[in-house]
């Protein structure tokens, strides 16, 4: 479904993805784990079309999205609750919603989709006229999810859905990702929760100083004390 093929990538002249190779199937959550600045962010951003690889190919369902700016990649069904959420805190819950599915034009399809997502997070329905701001930070990241929803993705990109969101809400916000995935949706996730992501992922992608160290079925990273200790730091 999507094939990053040996990319490079960076900022100015600093190239920090340095051949990078991933493959994600339909309905798969795979899981891209490693340390702070592994580039882990970086490669989400290529996926989504905000910095451009110098070298290197990613396709979409066979087609290179390469030469495709963020606004052309959304409709193709590719969409990303990003790092530290960027949801708009003076609109309100229905607000960012709505703005996430801006690209729809059918208002039963709209519909469909809001439902759908109030009925994955009930609490977005109770607050759906509160001010973003004023929510918790796991609702907040509900709310990044289902913004992220709205456009009816194929494949939902979600950078650190943990950070800084207490135990108990992260638990229920990685059953509502495996919900998610099981409804048709594949999932890539990006966490420094090791633990946590191979729980929930089939396969993972171990990255460290913009290159892929690993890569397997999660079950066999998880058994494996060479790479637990080595790259995650689980002990
Ligand atoms: N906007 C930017 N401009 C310049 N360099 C950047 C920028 N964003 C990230 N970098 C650099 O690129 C490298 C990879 O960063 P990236 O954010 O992709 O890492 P990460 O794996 O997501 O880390 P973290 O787990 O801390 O989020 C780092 O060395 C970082 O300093
Ligand atoms: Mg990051």
């Known amino acids: 479904m999507l094939t990053i093929q040996d990319i490079y990538a960076g900022y100015d002249k600093a190239v920090v993805l340095h051949g990078i190779s991933l493959d994600i199937h339909p309905n798969e959550v795979v899981a891209l784990v490693g340390p702070n600045g592994a580039g882990k962010s970086t490669t989400i951003r290529c996926i989504t079309g905000e910095i451009k690889p110098v070298k290197g190919d990613i396709r979409f369902c066979g087609n290179s999205i390469l030469p495709l700016s963020p606004d052309k990649i959304v409709p193709l069904g590719i969409s990303c609750s990003p790092e ?29 989709r809001i439902d759908w997502i109030f009925n ?10 509160q001010l973003a701001e004023s929510l918790s930070g796991g609702e907040q990241q509900m709310l990044a999810i289902g913004r992220a929803l709205m456009s009816g993705p194929r494949l939902l990109l979600l950078d650190e859905p ?14 509502k990702i495996t ?15 090791v633990g946590l992501a191979l729980e929930i992922a089939q396969r993972a992608y171990v990255m460290e100083s913009g290159k892929i160290h690993h890569s397997g079925m999660s079950a066999d990273l998880l058994n494996d004390r060479y790479i637990l200790d080595t790259y995650l730091g689980v002990k």
Do not use: C, W
């Open 120 to 129: 994955l997070f009930p609490r977005l329905k109770e607050r759906h006229k």
């Open 84 to 112: 530290g959420r960027n949801i708009f805190g003076n609109l309100t819950v229905f607000e960012n919603l709505r703005m996430g599915g801006f690209l729809v034009r059918d208002k039963n399809v709209l519909k469909e």
């Open 162 to 175: 943990s950070l800084g969101i207490a135990p108990v809400i992260v638990d229920s916000i990685y059953e």
């Open 179 to 193: 919900e998610i995935s099981q409804q048709g949706t594949s999932v890539l996730v990006v966490e420094q929760n």
